[in-house]
């Protein structure tokens, strides 16, 4: 194993360290107050205040988004941080609570993303099936904005993460194929659903995920490694052993049958009955495809104007209660789009027309 801190400046490893204490500058910057959650975790279910529950079932609801637009988990993981520290700061109603948490992630993924991948604001609103407007939206991203003052781009365990797994592969020679990056990606995600770890300083939080995945591996050489990180980044015993036993706990009962996980919720597009009609009549249009020879040539293909049937019966992102006499189709426009494959369209109930 190579020694942490015993090679030129001029290396990877020196430019990981550096990066760190950087990160480790800035972080207290863009935690949520302190005050303000201890107010969040006081708040009774029937109060008209945002509880942990309530916050816990919008950050599954921007997890559920980040997958269904294909965005990544550092989109994620800022929305989240977004949404903390402006809880921290304001009282929010519950009835307020979707169009906060469409603003945080479409910021977040303004932040992150490549513009092409940015989904538009009537995309989010018509998956939110929420009540609020377009306007409604920009004014709340507005009052985030400003109430954060312009700091949207925060240091995140997301970072730290990435340049402690890095630092790790990068000083160990055997091994390296099984501390996958995707797996710890997916435990930080399943603790930011859980209100308890607004409370970590991402660092802390980070070092925990990565301790308790080595503990697993049971390596000698990346538990050295990690405690040489734990004392470059002046992180307590303490705090590390507190906050690795809350991960553990988490990640436990996540695992468990009992638990629904964010990443089974599918969302559902509704549409109009008139369009639902539309999609219907022009899928039953469809002239039946000639088969294809098996001499190599290929024949002449019929009308691409297919529509592919689809059924889903999974739960909506929003409280909107489904018809019964829902009819689903998949329209072709998303057939060709990865990020849309699992786009639904259900018919609402005659009573909401």
């Not at 015993?6 to 990066?19: C, D, G, I, M, V």
């Not at 954060?148 to 630092?167: M, P, Q, R, S």
């Not at 503990?215 to 470059?232: A, G, M, P, T």
Request: proline letters at 4%; glycine letters at 2%.
């Amino acid at each position: 194993m190579k020694d942490l801190f015993s090679h030129e400046h001029n290396n990877e490893a020196y430019k990981l360290l550096k990066q760190i204490n950087h990160y480790l500058e800035q972080e207290s910057k863009f935690l949520p107050r302190p005050r303000g959650l201890d107010a969040i975790e006081s708040i009774l279910e029937n109060d008209d205040c945002v509880s942990p529950k309530l916050r816990d079932a919008k950050v599954e609801d921007l997890r559920s988004l980040t997958r269904f637009f294909g965005c990544s988990t550092e989109t994620f993981v800022l929305a989240v941080n977004l949404l903390d520290r402006f809880l921290s700061f304001m009282k929010v109603r519950p009835k307020h609570l979707p169009c906060l948490g469409m603003s945080v992630f479409h910021l977040a993924a303004k932040a992150i993303e490549e513009e092409c991948n940015v989904p538009s604001e009537h995309d989010l609103l018509r998956i939110s099936h929420c009540k609020f407007t377009v306007s409604d939206l920009k004014r709340m991203e507005k009052i985030v904005y400003e109430k954060l003052n312009g700091e949207l781009k925060a240091v995140t365990a997301f970072h730290f993460l990435h340049l402690y797994h890095a630092l790790a592969r990068y000083h160990i020679t055997e091994g390296k194929e099984y501390l996958i990056l995707d797996k710890l990606e997916a435990h930080l995600k399943a603790c930011s659903c859980r209100f308890v770890f607004s409370k970590a300083k991402p660092s802390v939080l980070a070092l925990s995920l990565l301790t308790l995945e080595v503990e697993n591996l049971k390596s000698v050489d990346l538990f050295e490694i990690i405690l040489r990180v734990q004392k470059h980044s002046k992180i307590n015993h303490h705090d590390l052993t507190y906050w690795r036993a809350l991960v553990s706990k988490c990640l436990a009962d996540y695992s468990s049958p009992e638990c629904c996980k964010p990443d089974n919720k599918k969302l559902v597009w509704i549409v109009s009955r008139r369009t639902a009609r539309h999609l219907q009549n022009s899928y039953y249009s469809v002239p039946e495809l000639p088969t294809i020879p098996e001499a190599g040539c290929y024949s002449e293909m019929g009308s691409d104007d297919s529509c592919e049937e689809m059924s889903c019966g999974e739960s909506s992102l929003s409280s909107s209660p489904r018809s019964d006499t829902a009819e689903e189709f998949f329209s072709e426009d998303f057939v060709h789009q990865s990020k849309w494959q699992n786009l639904c369209y259900q018919t609402p109930s005659a009573n909401s027309l």
